[in-house]
């Protein structure tokens, strides 16, 4: 487990590092351009890693914060959801994580769930109402698997840097792009300015030129190379800890069937989660540019471990579907000769009251958020929220007036 | 002179390095440690809640006395154990108790109805996979513990501070080792 | 969530398991698509009532927004002479009903009253319905 995360940083770090050193020529060539060859450059990188300094530690600070405020996220206790607390203990418990991670929920049908978090000690796992009512048990201990792992093998701090660093370039090159468009034919004049050579000069806008066109492109694909890779390794040291590839595989299946966006959800933040929560209909995404592997192929690989739950099974596996000898898992993981059997579980069956028990739990949300409930005479329940501000209410259905309770204060 | 002082030099990071790497075995032996303790802790959660799932399937098993009474016979031997190997068996002992006891419950809808009850069987289940998660986990730190201890180099300090090989926390029969299959329909 | 004419908080109704939010204040009605979806297992059911509504780009009706997805909502009616007008969310979050809108749609007579949704709106709200139309129901 270890050696993963080590060698994992390695890998990670490789690719974060390319991303960085496009950054820093980014800023050196239009730092260039500006500002003359002489001391320009330097300014520019100056510029590039300060802006990048900036909101990588806001992100670092208060990143998962506006993470679970942004996406409508509510810490709950035990007593909203038992199992789901269980769940989560379990798997701190397999992963030899120091602390349980917070839990969050939010309230709505989407099946979706991420972590968040910059440590082991500082992490919270979220998942959707939808996801509760959707899923059995072992398929819930997946998912939960799955997002733990992410936090173990410090994922998220890796992606959120990346992710900033990524939006950095984009956001440098956009407003540079800009600037020459509005400032109409200021490429002549940044040349002629210098004071140096202006052959020099003008191929140092060329290239920056290109550069604020490509760089964009390439830190994408980087990012997402990075992204996906991460998901893949989630759900391999997932399995590993549940030793039941069919759980993920099964939950991976239904949340592939939801055809709900997940309006909490954006575009910058769908990369957190475990299954791309906006689906775009009528197009299919190209492999490049996907923060996640196709559902379906790491639903292949998970039913194809029929050996063990080890690393060394999800890698033989992974071949296997891919066709390709790519080393997704570290050598140095592999070679340590285990034996992970798959752990035989009761397939349990669901025949729980779906609409019940969805009602039920979404209920136990709202509560947590402050609704008050009204149930009047005529069996209609009235559900209020905190801001409501009157202290009656009547009852559409029968026209009686009720008196609104006074609302849990949060 | 400055032969001597390279020598001195490369003396103390030597010694860092050694320094280090004992600093590394204890880290692990402690891990190894802080998961055979989560074990502990599980199983006397098990124990805890045996009382009063025994208090409130009474009323609805009368049938079922023997299923009731082995499973607090079991309890009352895990208690007891005090070697290791006592306290597995015994353990063992426990959960195929609780694995009939799981299986009996299928015919009493009434009792699979009553929320107290399910609340009760999610805590249960739940314990019985922390248990197999915690022997997992330990498993996976001793496997690490001991690697290290034979790899080279730091088998040489292993040997010189006395590091032995931990062992793996293996149940002889795999059946046994089984945890009961609680099902939450 | 807020009603999309004075972003009043809409309150959050619930009979025999299905919830539709309703706005106290103008006494709309929001029908949420993810809601039906998990609610009414037949989604033939649902489809039936959503795809019931025409769209009509012409209709100078002062647009509102979807009380999700904040973008404007599309004005679609239903019926030959007297049309009802009523909004839908392009990006198919659901329907929203003014005032009375509900029953007016329901009493035309053209939409299914065998409809499982249709059937509950109609005891849902049926304090407006006078009682010998509820019979003729």
């Given at each position: 487990m270890w050696e993963l995360i080590q060698s994992n940083k390695r890998k990670s770090l490789i690719l974060f590092l390319a991303m960085g050193i496009i950054l820093l020529l980014l800023g050196y060539f239009i730092g260039g351009m500006f500002l003359g060859t002489n001391g320009g450059g330097e300014l520019g990188v100056f510029f590039a890693l300060l802006i990048w300094a900036v909101v990588s530690l806001v992100s670092y600070f208060a990143g998962s914060s506006i993470m679970l405020s942004v996406s409508r996220a509510k810490e709950v206790t035990k007593e909203v959801h038992p199992q789901l607390f269980n769940i989560v203990e379990e798997m701190k418990i397999a992963s030899a994580l120091p602390k349980i991670p917070k839990i969050f929920i939010i309230n709505e049908e989407a099946p979706n769930a991420f972590a968040t978090g910059r440590s082991p000690e500082n992490c919270a796992v979220t998942v959707t109402a939808g996801l509760l009512s959707r899923l059995n048990r072992d398929e819930l201990q997946g998912v939960i698997a799955h997002e733990m792992s992410h936090i173990k093998n410090r994922d998220i701090l890796y992606m959120t840097f990346a992710g900033v660093m990524l939006g950095t370039i984009v956001i440098v090159s956009e407003v540079f792009l800009r600037g020459l468009w509005f400032g109409g034919g200021s490429l002549n004049r940044y040349k002629n300015r210098s004071s140096g050579g202006g052959s020099g000069q003008a191929v140092i806008a060329i290239a920056a030129l290109v550069l604020a066109i490509l760089a964009p492109i390439l830190a994408r694909l980087l990012y997402f190379a990075i992204s996906r890779k991460r998901e893949y390794l989630a759900d391999a040291s997932g399995v590993r800890l549940t030793r039941y590839p069919e759980g993920l595989a099964s939950a991976l299946e239904k949340l592939a069937d939801n055809r709900l966006d997940l309006r909490a959800a954006n575009k910058a933040t769908a990369g957190m989660y475990i299954v791309n929560p906006l689906k775009k209909k009528g197009m299919k995404l190209s492999d490049l540019t996907s923060?996640?592997?196709?559902i379906s192929e790491r639903v292949r690989i998970l039913r194809n471990m029929s050996q063990g739950a080890g690393y060394m099974d999800y890698q033989n596996a992974y071949m296997k579907v891919k066709h390709k000898t790519e080393r997704l898992i570290p050598n140095s993981v592999l070679d340590s000769n285990e034996k992970v059997t798959i752990r035989d579980t009761s397939?349990?069956?669901?025949?729980?009251d779906k609409k019940n028990y969805r009602r039920n739990l979404g209920d136990l949300v709202m509560n947590v958020n402050g609704y008050s409930f009204v149930h009047c005479v005529c069996g209609l329940t009235l559900k209020i929220p905190p801001?409501?501000?009157?202290?009656e209410i009547k009852c559409p259905r029968c026209g009686r007036i009720n008196k609104v309770p006074p609302r849990n204060k949060l | 002179m400055s032969a001597f002082l390279i020598f001195i030099v490369l003396i103390v990071l030597v010694g860092f390095f050694f320094a280090g790497m004992y600093n590394s075995l204890i880290k692990l032996r402690n891990r190894v440690k802080n998961a055979w303790s989560q074990i502990d802790v599980q199983l006397k959660r098990r124990h805890d809640l045996i009382p009063n799932l025994i208090e409130t399937v009474k009323g609805y098993m009368t049938h079922e006395r023997d299923t009731l009474e082995n499973i607090t016979k079991a309890r009352a031997g895990a208690m007891g154990a005090s070697s290791v190997a006592e306290k597995a068996k015994a353990e063992s002992a426990l959960s195929g108790a609780l694995g009939k006891f799981n299986l009996v419950v299928e015919n009493y809808p009434d009792l699979k109805a009553n929320q107290n009850f399910l609340a009760l069987q999610e805590e249960l289940t739940s314990t019985e996979n922390k248990i197999s998660f915690a022997r997992q986990s330990y498993n996976d730190q001793v496997l690490f513990y001991n690697n290290k201890i034979e790899m080279f180099p730091s088998n040489i300090m292993a040997n010189m501070f006395n590091f032995k090989q931990e062992e793996f926390f293996e149940v002889e029969n795999e059946a046994e080792r089984e945890a009961p299959k609680v099902k939450f329909n | 969530m807020n009603c999309p004419h004075r972003k009043n908080p809409m309150i959050v109704l619930e009979l025999a398991n299905v919830e539709t939010d309703y706005c106290p204040n103008c006494e709309g009605i929001w029908l949420d698509s993810g809601e039906l979806e998990l609610l009414i297992e037949d989604s033939s059911v649902k489809d039936e009532l959503l795809n019931f509504f025409i769209s009509d780009k012409q209709i100078k009706e002062k647009a509102i927004r979807c009380p999700i997805c904040r973008t404007k909502m599309e004005k679609v009616y239903v019926g030959k002479e007297e049309k009802v007008i009523i909004d839908e969310c392009k990006h198919g979050h659901g329907l929203w009903f003014d005032k009375g809108e509900i029953l007016e749609v329901i009493e035309m007579g053209s939409l299914n009253k065998e409809n499982e949704i249709v059937k509950l709106l109609m005891e849902m709200y049926s304090h407006k319905i006078s009682p010998n139309k509820k019979e003729e129901g």
């Open positions: 923060t996640h592997p196709p397939v349990s069956k669901e025949t729980i801001t409501y501000k009157k202290s | - | -």
